[in-house]
């Protein structure tokens, strides 16, 4: 007689609490990995930084610079660990297998872009004795959350002499910060009948940045002046400097635990740096030679349909490739290239909606991701009949059930809202047009593209462990 329950348990999928299920030697490396997160996060505020600590982070773990291998004449064998950089906002990393690179990579993609407002070309104005920059926001945004909250400013203006000035303000406790105004509730009585769509529009997220005019009485616009003068003190720019500038309006401030048990992350840019640090930390931490190559890449530009030279549907990613293959087989041909890319394995990691309790009816239960029941893996995505999704195969998909199982990590399905309630994209769509096999997969994150988005512990801990086993998949089933 068959054990009754034991069959009940075998035949039906049920969801559980990752709490409830996660060993202890993975909830002490959980903590660990979230501190690390954490610090990360809080010091990659654009792209930019992202960018940077990426790369402290893979100089630190030995990993070799391309274009100093490349200038080297340097050849490429099983073991090395490399980095190319593209334009200091995108990143590749590699761990070279043991197999020809034509026998496939297993990449893992993210991006390091995130919602926010960037100053525009001309921006600095004087009305009503205060002086505003004026943004365009980047991604999509709900416009009011972004007003009444201090934000901090971070970029660079490129000068006309090639000169590059890295501006941060506002997240050291001695900073000052800036804001955008909101109308008081007295007065808001036509604001409030608006739709919280054009309660706040685009035009009117206007930065306060000064309220104290200069000494020189010849100006006819003091306030405006006199924040030229400090910037002009501080970075050595002027107005026209604007010009050439990429200058980010974000939330200031550090991300913090969540909850009376501290299970949870609040911070700017969950998506995707969530994604991009663990899909990072995963190939540092692959000890052994991989028999296929490991490959990261951060992107830039996915909040804004990753085009763009940095985005992932430029051909750096064909590009680098190609100087890889180059490096590793002493030369280089184009069905070489075009075999590896076919044969590729990815994840596009991104981040995920979870069920919110206060907004229960945009979610279809069975399908939704819940906070910490691990890593949010999603066959499609896509909006309506999926349309703009890659849909993943389901031969890949069993394969990636069979590499998360048997690493034991904790994971998921998820799914963007009901059918017909919305949908989003990511970059498997770039990547799937190469034949590869794609599918999604990432942290679950709630209220996702607001200034602060919260995570699960367990869920970031879990999408690190699950992209570290695929990278370090030998591809034999059982
Ligand atoms: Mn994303
Ligand atoms: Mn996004």
Redesign the pocket.
Known sequence: MPNKTAAKKSLSYERKNGYERISAADLKKLEEVCRDYMAFLGASKTEREAHDEGVKLLLAAGFKDLDELIAGGASLKPGDRIFKSWCGKTLLAALIGKKPLERGLHIVGG?TDSPRLDVKQNPLYEDGDMALLDTHYYGGIKKYQWTALPLALHGVFVKKDGTKVVVKVGEDPGDPVFFISDLLPHMAGDQMKKSLAEGIAGEGLDVVVGSAPCKDKKHKEKIKYRVLELLKERFGVSEEDFLSAELEFVPAGLPREVGFDRSMILGYGH??RVCSYTALRALLDLQKTPEHTAMVLLCDK??IGSYGSTGMESNFFENILAEILALAHGKHDGLTLRRAMSASRMISA??NSLYDPLYPSIMEKKNASFINQGTSLSKYGGARGKSGSSDANAEFVADIRRVFDKAGVLWQTGELGKVDQGGGG?IALCMARYGMDVVDCGVGVISMHSPWEMAGKLDIFMTYKGLKAFLQDDRKAG
């Open positions: 991006h998506d995707d996915e909040e991104d981040v990511t």
